[in-house]
């Protein structure tokens, strides 16, 4: 029988697992934790963004979330100039000019359309995110069809802007989504009753993972709740004309009417995320190393506890995927769309947005004069839409912009055309269905 030593029996190492466990015979193991602050990271990150629009969403993030070294590096990148959390950046990642934390949540960054304004000239070549979500939203809105000559089929979304918000809007709790609140209950409970478990089998390696990601996602959904989401947009100038204009792209033409306040708020408005208080930020670094120190807690002691713990420890993490995997499969896009919307008070189905299906260019060129209601510039309108500059594009351009001029019923009848008979009795046919098609729906156009 060997003789054991009495000092031997002292130095060995005392357990953290002090309490028979269920499977606690098994010699299986689960490797789970360098997958854990990888793994949902995305899914993870849309999560966290909500709690800028959800109402109470920032007070739900009490459970065992993945990707804990995904958000740590996502939080660091706004704050840059702690030389601490440099540590955990690429030097690459850093930049002289401060993140744009918007873009950070993906609430910024899109490049919207061309623009052209009527009245005063101006030129935009690539507009910003909240144009590209309203040719969005215009892109699918249903379509009139007016019937005609059918070449190329055209859309033109006629939008009658008719508030100009103020320079900016708040926009925390703007979007009520009660089945995002309620379901965030389902993995905060089973995060505690995973943690419940592993404690009440004294497997202390685990209960301390996930009672330590429990808390870390909390305050960090609280910290990063603190911002402000708002929309801005720059204020016009006193005297400024209206901001009638164009947005051009391939698959349709947008016309935007209205004061030059209205317009700019699709043309020049973004979605800003604030973090301006300098205690606030300091709690950002303080969640961005918790975060990190997370990843680093789950790397080392998930394989130190029982089997049984760490199924508790992979079933909430599961469980807090699942339930970040269904946030992210809302449609990110739409939400947005949904704020822009209510923003400029275009929520009604039936007000301010007006889209129509011709069947050739010249026909919703056209159209568009008419529903611009602006004879000076038809010229203009003109010329941008139809770029043909031929003589005979030319004097049926000059003949659109006489019958506006003239004041009377607009007839179309060719006589004033010159040459080039044939293409002449086309266009008139182009002519007079864009007339037409005005006629009906004028009432809906008129601003």
Known sequence: MPIIHPLEEVIQPRSMVTSSTPMGKSHFALDTSGLASVFGGPEAKFSLALVHVYTGRRWLGWYNSPGSYFLGRLLVRIVQESPILNIFSNSDERSEQPPNTAELFNYDGRKGPKFTAIHSGTVIDKTGHLAALFVKECAKKSATIIPGRQTRPVNITIANLHYAPPKEIPLAGLQNHTSASVGALVPIIVSFGACAASGYYRDWYCFSVISIGIIVNGLSCLVIGSGKLVFTHPEPQPGFPRGDGFLTTPEQIILLKGDEGAVNSVTRGSYCLHFDNGFLIFLIGICAILLMLQSVAQLLLVPQGSLFGQLMFVVSIVMSWL?????????KEKIQRDMLMH?????????????????????????AVFASMNQEKAKDILDYLVPNNTEVWVNWKSTIVNQLESGKERQFDGSDWGSSQDLVETLDG?????????????PQLVY
């Open 323 to 331: 339930y970040n995997l269904w946030l992210s499969s809302l449609d």
């Open 343 to 367: 923003i400029l008070h275009l929520t009604e189905p039936d007000r301010g947005l007006t889209k129509f299906t011709f069947g050739t260019r010249t026909s919703m060129a056209v159209f």
């Open 430 to 442: 182009d002519a007079k269905v864009a007339y037409q098609g005005f006629k009906v729906f004028e």
